[in-house]
Every structure is written in C-alpha cells, then in structure tokens.
C-alpha cells in the first residue's frame, strides 16, 4: 500500500533535517579549524579554509550526479546514496593523520551531501509550484537556519570535551537519523512512469536545454554569487572573531547571532512572498544589502580595516537579514520554468551555482589581511552582479523547458 503524504509540519521538518546536513558539516567544523591545523601542523593558517570550501566543492561534482539519478530511480533512493557516500567521507575525514587525507575525506563528503541536497528540492519541486513553492522553501530554510546558530556552539563543546575528530561523530548520527526517518516515512513522489532512463545521450540533450535557458541560468548565477559571498564569510569569520575582535570562546555566540538574522527574514519571507512576489523581494533584498555592505566598507576605511566591533556586528546582522530574503526566492524562480527535468535541472543549478561560490570564497578568501575589506568588497561585488543578473532575467520570454 503507498505511503500517505507526509503532513506539512513533518514534511518541513524531515527536508530542514535533510538540508542541514550541509549547514552542519560546514559550521560545525569552524570552532575545530585551528585545532585541525594545530594537530596537523599545517604551515599555513589559511590552508585551513579549505576545510570548508572543498567540502562545497565536492558537493559541485556530486551534484551534476545526483540529478539525472533522481530522476532515472526516484528521489528516496538517491538520497539513500548519497548519504551513504556521505558517511564513507566522514570516516576518511575522522581517521586522517594529514590535512590532504582530510580534505579528500571532506570531498568525498561533499559529493554524498550532493544527494540529499539535490534530490530533496526535485522532491519539493514535484509537490509545489510558484509562490507556494518558495513559501515552502523559506519555512525549511527558517528551520535549516538553526543549525548554522547551534552547529558552532556542538562544535566548540565537542573541543571541549574531546578532540576535532569527535565531531565527525555529529555528521554520522544526524546522516543515520535522516536516513531512518526519510525510510520509514517519506513516500516516493517520482512514479515510474514519470522517470527519465539514465542515459548519457538524453541527459546530454537536457542538459543542453537548461544550460540554454537565460532564465534558469541568470538566477543560477545571482544564486552563486549570495551563496558565494556568504562562504567567504563563513571560511574567515573565525579568523575574523578571534584576530580583529579577540573574542575567544564568545565566538560562537556572536556567530549564532548573525545568523538568527537569516533564520528571521526567512521566516518572513515565507509570509511575504505570497502577497509580494519572488522579484521584487528579491531587488529590495539585494539593493539594502549592496547598501549595508557599502556602509561597513566606509566604516572600516575610517578604522583603517577593523570596524568597531558593535558597527561590524549591526551591519553584518542586516547584510544576512537581507540574504534570508533572498536564497528562497533565488532557488525557486530557476527551479520554476525546470518541468519534467526538475531533477537534472537541480543538478545544474546547485552545481554551477556551488562553483561559483567556490571560485568567489576561495579568491576572496585568499586576499584574507585581518581586515574586513575583502568580506565587504566580495559583498557588494557579488550583489551587485547578482542584481543585474535578476533584472535580467525578469525580461526574459524564456518559457518552460
């Protein structure tokens, strides 16, 4: 007998879950990345980051995969694998005695978090459509925000208690739970009959559709760019908090702080969307935190790179208020005009749009000089393309592919 459909509340519930394997595998870890470095003698302290950007690149290589297999064996089945690969990466990663072994294992990591990622908003996108879609998307999101909150205070009482490889224990049990909950639970929502055969030649022909779609590529774009602006934040924010400010083991605090500013605006998005629309929120997000990032740039040129701490903090709050009004909206306007190729569109759109944060966080992050200035120059140069790249899109005729 199938499954009855899951009842709203659990349904967001089990995909935040599911979408919170990336917050987590990547927040978690920031409190540990000196730690890493420490007991692994890395040389150079911004080796470290790589921690966290490989972890997104891997999730470029196993997004390209995990689409056309949605749509080939189902949804469920391609989140299964993927956590499956996903736990073989944390076992690589846990038991390294390098940082090279590490970041093979966060690698490996990522392409597994590909699989719920990807094949969790193809799911969305066979259930939902349009504004309710993002309405959806912005009450997972809300919740999925939570663990970039708490994920750093897990990490830091790990350290506290045990040593960086403990925390890899975190990414094992909450893979384990969503894998169990999602099996017992969630129904298929890909039929049979509705299912793309796995075969290069018709994924090929697909692919080249979305890719030529200036819609779905615009939006993928302004995707990258938010996303990418907000991992330069997360690979330097430790530095930042610890050789700017001295914060020490506040950190966490001040990190869960900033990112309530997401968890809020996107609970608020979920109910404005539906009166307002995905467009013009999305241009007022963007331009008010253009308008922020251009605030803090012209504060720290007067403290020659380092802000007082309570202007640095106000500012940052607002400039990832507006981000929580944008990534909802963002993922849903190139997810609408997908139809039947939800699945490999998904792909295409997170792995296009994980690269360009990758290339835009690890650039940026590189020119890393204990000030602020390559945060808030990456900000508005990220925005302001992104905006350009939403107006345009909104001129588009481009239908349903």
Known sequence: ????????????????????????????????????????A??????????????ILGMVFGEIFFGPLSDAYGRKRAILIGLLIYGLGTVIAMLADSLEQVLIGRIIQGIGAAGPKIASRALIRDLYEGR??????SFIF???????????????????????????ILFLVLAAIVALWLSLRQPETLPPERRIRFSLGPILSNAALIFRHAKVMAYTFAAGLMFGA????????QAMFLDLYGVGELFVLYFAILASGLGLTSYLNSQLVMRYGMHRLSVISLVSMVACASALLLVAIQYDGVPPFPAFMALCFLMFSFIGLLF???NAMAMESLGRVAGLGASIIASVSSLVAVILG?????????TVFPLTLGFIFAGLVALALILAAKRSNAGEI
Do not use: C, H
């Open 1 to 40: 007998m199938p499954k009855k459909p899951l009842r709203t509340a659990e349904f967001v519930a089990l995909f935040s879950l599911v979408t919170a394997l990336t917050a987590l595998s990547i927040d978690a870890m920031l409190p540990a990345l000196r730690a890493v470095g420490d007991a692994l």
């Open 42 to 55: 890395v040389a150079d302290a911004r080796d470290t980051q790589l921690i966290v950007t490989l972890f």
């Open 132 to 137: 309710a879609m993002a309405r959806i998307m």
């Open 142 to 168: 809300m919740i999925f925000i939570l663990v970039p909150m708490l994920a750093p205070a897990l990490g830091q009482a790990v350290l506290l208690v045990a040593d960086w490889r403990a925390v890899f």
């Open 230 to 237: 907000l991992l330069l934040y997360l690979s330097t924010s």
């Open 328 to 330: 909802g909206n963002v």
């Open 362 to 370: 690890v650039a940026v992050g590189r020119f890393y000089d204990q």
